[in-house]
């Protein structure tokens, strides 16, 4: 949910705040679930199916609390259809999973109208799509009298106590004619909580326990006994291998498999003798978590705090500082060193632990675009599958948040320019099926995120003819490929002559680009016409207390954040060389190109002595590979920043990502790296 719900209104607050979790499981599940639908196997767990239920009754019961009634019915009839499911009485098709995605959709712009604080009937109406629910759950299915285990040889004991859903499970494997085995396994009266859960657990990965069944055991005083009954592909062996028990009896159930060919219609029955309701799942009162949720604006506030005890930090080392300059080491001086070392040591950890509050890991909005994908590639008739890495890759919040918006752009491009429709992709020789990858690694201090497609790649004659006759460059221009790439960048700019709900309207790529620019990242084009294209997006992990190296030029402070510092160097001014009217130097084996701050910002020296120096300091600052060196008069110390936003004079100055107050209390600027690296890059 991009959009921030009224913070007056605490009702609204704490339903996205709790339902935001909720849908994201709803969502990563109900993909699961047609994932499993279209494997190999074409086996579908139960687990999967009952917990998108429980998901859609929590969603039911929170919405239903807080008093948002359209989210809370629409969840109900969704509770509905997939109790069905379940239950076996409808069969799990494309045509129900496209009514559950739709459903899953329109919760969501549901839930953004919550957010928004529209609840009443001024929003959209729901009851359009609920008739349709309706519809197929009133659709009749053959009813059967007789019981749905005749001609199979199960035993009796077993059938005759299992639960209506355990009925139906142990018909579904029979169906799947998966090979069912009865376990008997005996744990002690005083763990044997304890023990048949790890039992439980230890199974789940090979197959399905279906029903687990106390039994009378030989020495009831002492030990208790159970017999399970397993859903499996696997074998005897193979089950044996991962109970690790040292006492159990294990055999296979031999059923006719034959005679399932017309229990069809049984399975997908529900008897209409026991009604449409299902008992309501039991709920737990007992809280097995140990997290608490936390408001991401009390977090900012926090950070605000621990912003303020940074500079006063900041302060009183400094004030320790002039007291030994000036008195020497006194005891008052040394003891006000120490109480400065201690308060340092203390602000760092408590800054450190409030970061990691914040962290929270990208594949929470990664998620969320297998939805978008399975409805724009319909939409466009194109066979494409999203594949994800690195989802546990952790950023702030707010930073995970604010690239939303950007990843949707991208994807929406890859979807509608990137990939090629099957039967051109047939004409070239590939698969029919397109592939869009989502990539997340941490590198150092920054977070990289690559969006890549497997389709047609950027067709730069194109871009540069269409930017031609927009009038956005001269007709006679020569422009390399980096500066032609980076005309999409451009407001307005778009290769498509059609426009969509998807693209064509020229709003896209900016966006992108000024979100990346707001969070102090760059974005960076990879592209091979036939081939595909491989947007990389660097940010920082974090935008709120950072560490920064302070220098000079011109006698003006700037501060350059460490996260983009790989090194400082001195060198003479005769080192430097010209390439191409670029001022650059020898570094490492690789050409360093040069950037003077006074001259990007357009400064003097003060007191008139603008006199070449015998030694120049050079910062080596960079985002991923690309690097530059900045040159500066003077490199004095390392010190935790806070960055606030800067006013409406300097807000366009190019290179300038904002503010600080250092412990003498004076102002300095933040550089922001990205844009300079731009700046060099196109000069």
């Avoid at 139906?168 to 494997?173: A, F, G, P, T």
């Avoid at 006719?256 to 003798?273: F, G, M, S, W």
């Avoid at 047939?426 to 690694?441: D, F, H, P, V």
Wanted: with cysteine; proline share 3%.
């Amino acid at each position: 949910m991009t959009d921030k719900p009224p913070k007056n209104n605490k009702k609204i607050s704490e339903f996205l705040a709790e339902g935001e979790d909720i849908f994201e499981e709803l969502n990563k599940n109900l993909l699961l679930l047609e994932r499993e639908m279209g494997g190999a196997s074409s086996i579908i767990r139960p687990d999967t199916i009952n917990s998108i239920f429980r998901s859609a009754h929590s969603l039911k019961g929170l919405a239903g609390l807080l008093g948002f009634p359209k989210i809370s019915n629409l969840s109900h009839n969704l509770e509905n259809i997939l109790d069905k499911i379940r239950m076996g009485g409808l069969s799990l098709n494309s045509r129900v999973m496209d009514i559950l995605f739709e459903g899953l959709d329109l919760l969501k712009k549901l839930m953004d109208e919550a957010g928004k604080g529209i609840i009443d009937d001024n929003g959209i109406n729901p009851a359009g799509f609920i008739s349709r629910i309706n519809n197929i759950l009133s659709e009749k299915t053959k009813k059967r009298v007789k019981s749905p285990f005749e001609g199979l040889n199960i035993p009796a004991d077993i059938t005759n106590v299992l639960t209506e859903y355990e009925e139906h499970r142990l018909l579904e494997n029979i169906r799947q004619k998966i090979r069912l085995f009865e376990i008997m396994v005996s744990f002690n009266l005083d763990t044997f909580d304890d023990d048949l859960k790890s039992v439980n657990e230890s199974l789940s990965p090979v197959g399905e326990v279906i029903t687990t069944l106390p039994i009378r055991s030989t020495s009831p005083d002492v030990e208790i006994q159970f017999k399970l009954i397993l859903g499996t592909v696997e074998d005897e062996e193979k089950i044996s291998s991962v109970l690790k028990l040292d006492n159990f009896e294990i055999r296979e159930i031999e059923y006719v498999k034959d005679k399932i060919e017309d229990e069809e219609a049984v399975i997908h029955q529900k008897d209409e003798d026991k009604g449409e309701e299902c008992p309501s799942p039991q709920s737990e009162v007992t809280s097995f978590s140990k997290t608490v949720r936390v408001d991401i604006d009390i977090l900012d506030n926090i950070m605000n705090i621990v912003g303020e005890l940074v500079l006063s930090k900041s302060i009183i080392s400094e004030i320790s500082r002039e007291l030994r300059s000036l008195h020497g080491f006194t005891s008052l001086a040394v003891d006000l060193h120490k109480a400065s070392r201690t308060l340092d040591k203390r602000v760092t950890d408590l800054q450190e632990k409030i970061i990691e509050v914040r962290m929270v890991p990208i594949g929470q909005v990664f998620d969320r675009f297998f939805r978008v994908i399975r409805r724009y590639s319909r939409e466009l008739g194109k066979n494409i599958k999203l594949e994800i890495s690195g989802g546990d890759t952790k950023l702030d919040k707010l930073v995970v948040e604010d690239m939303a918006d950007p990843l949707m752009h991208l994807i929406r491009n890859s979807i509608d320019h990137g990939i090629d429709t099957p039967e051109e992709r047939r004409k070239q020789g590939k698969s029919e099926i397109g592939t869009i990858r989502l990539n997340a690694m941490q590198k150092g201090s920054h977070v990289v995120i690559e969006v890549e497609d497997d389709g047609k790649g950027i067709d730069i004659e194109k871009v540069c003819n269409i930017a031609v006759d927009k009038g956005l460059i001269k007709e006679n221009k020569v422009l390399n490929r980096g500066e032609i790439i980076d005309i999409l960048f451009t407001p307005g700019f778009s290769t498509s002559q059609d426009v969509s709900n998807i693209s064509g309207r020229g709003v896209g790529l900016d966006v992108v680009k000024r979100n990346m620019v707001d969070l102090s990242g760059m974005i960076d084009i990879d592209t091979e016409e036939g081939k595909g294209t491989r947007f990389t997006i660097t940010l920082p992990i974090t935008l709120a207390i950072i560490q920064a190296l302070i220098v000079q030029a011109a006698n003006r402070t700037y501060a350059i954040p460490v996260n983009s510092v790989s090194e400082s160097l001195m060198i003479t001014p005769g080192e430097i060389k010209s390439v191409e009217r670029r001022e650059v130097i020898q570094f490492r084996d690789r050409t360093l190109p040069l950037l003077w701050l006074k001259r990007i910002f357009n400064i003097s020296y003060s007191n008139g002595d603008d006199k070449q120096k015998e030694y120049l300091y050079v910062v080596v600052a960079g985002l991923g590979e690309k690097r530059i060196g900045l040159v500066v008069d003077a490199v004095e110390r390392h010190q935790d920043i806070v960055i606030k936003s800067i006013g409406n004079p300097l807000k366009n100055v190019r290179g300038i990502i904002g503010a600080a107050e250092l412990g003498n209390k004076k102002t300095i600027l933040v550089l922001d790296i990205g844009v300079l690296i731009k700046e060099i890059t196109y000069q």
